[in-house]
């Protein structure tokens, strides 16, 4: 009897031993951070978004034009500008406009478009324009803002603008007895917040160009 109980008592250690073995033995788990350089998740029941590594802004390249660099039209302008660098500058002699042009075709127009045109005129006030006008300040200077369709003779000149919407703002640049005026015609493929910033960087009496 005694030896019978010796034998379950040793089978119920060797199958303690066997069980305490099998749990030190079992495949191990951790909770650490995963890394996906490809997504992100905000949390639980979140949707993966991809996320581009080290994304970096760059503004757009510009350059400083000075209205010197046009011989003909600087006897009639005087200022200087900050352009995008693809722009060029040109001046048109038959409508004594100067003419921001970005050479390459227009998306949107499939044709060369300007970006802005600069015309100058003479009065004792601002020109008489059909529509609304908002009062503004151009670098200190008095100035008129005004939201157009282009009319028939403008559309002849440049027909991409026809029947577009495009703003005009118009700046006291000279008073006195006969005041001069700088009339600044923003394209209808030109953003306001690129024209802004042309507008922003317009210095009426500039330091003399650099050589």
């Excluded at 890394?35 to 998740?41: A, S």
């Excluded at 352009?83 to 921001?100: E, K, S």
């Excluded at 495009?166 to 493929?189: C, H, M, W």
């Amino acid at each position: 009897m005694k030896q019978t109980s010796f034998y379950r008592a040793l089978v119920a250690f060797a199958a303690l031993v066997l069980v305490v073995g099998l749990w030190f033995a079992r495949p191990k788990t951790t909770i650490a951070p995963t890394h996906n350089n490809n997504t992100t998740t905000a949390g639980t029941n979140q949707a993966v978004t991809n996320v581009p590594a080290n994304t970096n802004t760059h503004s757009v390249a510009a350059i400083t034009f000075y209205t010197d660099d046009l011989p003909d039209a600087a006897q009639f302008f005087h200022f200087s500008a900050t352009l995008p660098q693809t722009w060029t500058a040109d001046y048109n002699a038959d409508q004594q406009w100067i003419v921001f042009a970005d050479p390459k075709p227009d998306p949107v127009y499939g044709a060369w478009a300007p970006q802005v045109l600069v015309q100058r005129y003479m009065g004792t006030a601002f020109a008489a324009v059909s529509g609304p006008a908002t009062n503004l300040k151009v670098q200190s200077k008095s100035a008129k803002s005004y939201t157009l369709t282009t009319d028939a003779a403008l559309a002849e000149v440049i027909p991409v603008w026809k029947n577009k919407t495009y703003q005009r703002v118009d700046v006291e640049v000279s008073s006195g007895t006969a005041k001069i005026y700088d009339s600044f015609l923003r394209g209808p493929n030109v953003s306001p917040t690129v024209f802004q910033s042309f507008l922003d960087s317009l210095n009426f009496t500039p330091t003399p160009k650099q050589s």
